[in-house]
């Protein structure tokens, strides 16, 4: 090689390790979507790109979760402000990754566990070490001048998910008696995102009329999540509601299929090792029993959190049932963690995951725990939080990694359209070079 050209490529590798160190860390305390503190970090790269990373936040926690550090100071924000998370990205975590390269995601986010040591991100917070973690690949993206699904994967293998839309939430995200948390629409229908996206939106405006007609105006203000929390008390009732509203908005039962997440840790208790839910007590073999009725009643293609967090057997004894008809999601079961999920391939406990960055707290190890599930088979559902915030991170992670379904909650509040309407610029830019995961349901 001539002496000049080698000395033009040396010049090349330095300007691109140039281009992305991280030469300044700003954390912050922001509002999430129910008004409460959260944790927003900014990086700087030395040629001037940038990557911001917003932390949301759950309300229906598994206790298996990484630690979302509070101030616990109940003077201040209801003990709710994260200004030691925000201190810790400041003070600790932010001169120790200044020099280094946003591409080295995985040595960024080991060096932040180590720099932890605990178990659970306990001692600097998963909401601390996350928003570090997702600016940290917002910048490497931006260095690249590429959007992050891009950056997310070189290997250009894109897929549209289907929208998982909340369309009438309870459980701890409402204030009615519904046990279930979540009931989901999923226009599996449409011949592509944008097409099955307003097929959920027709449904969800139809579902407003039918509940106003019902059980009347009040039954339509919405929950967390943007969907309508009507004064019901059973199951069925929302189910039948939404069963109208499709066909109210001229589809039908193969184009738009229905989801539960029933996040029964929340009316499981322990004591009785029993469920409460319709205004009945039932063992885990009649909850079995209960499910099973509804996926023959109902076209119900998933059901999350069927029993409680700990649960593994019941899990698989659900899904050796319902397996084959119904994706059997695991979230507060898995909680994105790659030991707990090795468990559940292992004892075939679910067919599906759900994907929450901030239940792990960094972006290798959710990437690691969809490397793992997709070894396995199993269908990827990446989710937002019922506290969220206008990041639209999920909407590039599900495009990259081929997930078949974001939850993003209902197609109301900012929040929740951030994401959906982020995936409706990303289909725009991709055209057909992304397929889409709706033609695997239909
Ligand atoms: P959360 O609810 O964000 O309140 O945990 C979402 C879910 O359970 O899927
Ligand atoms: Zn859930």
Redesign the pocket.
């Known amino acids: 090689m001539p002496k000049n050209t080698k000395k033009i490529l040396v010049d090349e590798e330095e300007e691109l390790v140039e281009i992305s160190t991280i030469v300044k860390v700003v954390s912050r305390q922001v509002l999430d979507s129910r008004g409460n503190p959260t944790v927003e970090t900014d990086i700087w790269l030395r040629k001037g790109a940038t990557g911001r990373g917003t932390v ?1 936040s ?5 206790v298996h979760e990484s630690l979302e550090l509070r101030d616990d100071k109940k003077t201040v924000y209801g003990g709710k402000s994260v200004l030691r998370a925000v201190a810790n990205v400041n003070k600790q975590i932010g001169p120790k990754i200044l020099g280094r390269s946003a591409k080295d995601q995985n040595d960024l986010d080991t060096l932040m566990l180590k720099l932890d040591g605990s178990r659970n991100k306990s001692n600097l917070g998963a909401n601390a070490i996350l928003s570090v973690s997702m600016a940290v690949a917002r910048a490497a993206a931006a260095s690249e001048n590429q959007p992050l699904f891009r950056y997310l994967n070189k290997r250009k293998d894109y897929k549209l998910p289907i929208p998982m839309m909340n369309v009438i939430n309870g459980g ?2 409402a204030g009615n008696n519904l046990a279930v ?2 009931f989901l629409i999923e226009p599996v229908g449409g011949k592509n995102y944008s097409e099955s996206l307003r097929y959920g939106v027709e449904v969800y405006h139809a579902l407003k009329s039918v509940l106003n007609e019902k059980y009347g105006q009040t039954s339509t203000n919405v929950g ?1 999540e943007g969907g309508y929390s009507p004064p019901l008390d059973k199951t069925a009732e929302a189910l039948d509601a939404i069963m109208n509203a499709i066909s109210n908005a001229g589809y039908d039962e193969s184009q738009i299929k229905l989801g539960l ?1 029933a ?1 029964s840790s929340s009316f499981y208790d322990p004591k009785t090792m029993s469920y409460r839910i319709d205004g009945k007590t039932l063992t885990s073999a009649e909850l079995g029993d209960y499910y099973d009725n509804l996926v023959n009643t109902y076209p119900i293609l998933s059901l ?2 069927p029993f409680s967090e700990d649960s593994f057997e019941e899990f698989a004894k659900i899904t050796a049932r319902l397996g084959r008809k119904v994706k059997i999601i695991g ?2 079961l898995y909680v994105t963690n790659p030991e707990r999920l090795a468990k559940g391939i292992e004892m075939k406990a679910t067919n599906a995951i ?1 994907i ?1 960055l901030n239940q792990i707290g960094t972006v290798s190890e959710t990437l690691e725990a969809i490397r793992m599930a997709k070894t396995a088979k199993f269908a990827i559902a990446v ?5 969220e915030t206008e990041d639209t991170f999920i909407a590039h992670l599900a495009t990259a990694v081929g997930s078949h379904f974001i ?1 993003a909650g209902a197609p109301a509040r900012g929040e929740r359209t951030a994401k959906y309407n982020e995936l409706l610029r990303i289909s725009e830019e991709l055209g057909s070079e992304a397929s889409y995961a709706g033609s695997s349901f239909t």
């Open positions: 949301p759950g309300a229906s926690t598994g701890k995200h948390q979540e967390d997440d996040a999350e959190d979230d507060d759900l929450k989710s937002h939080r019922s506290g939850k």
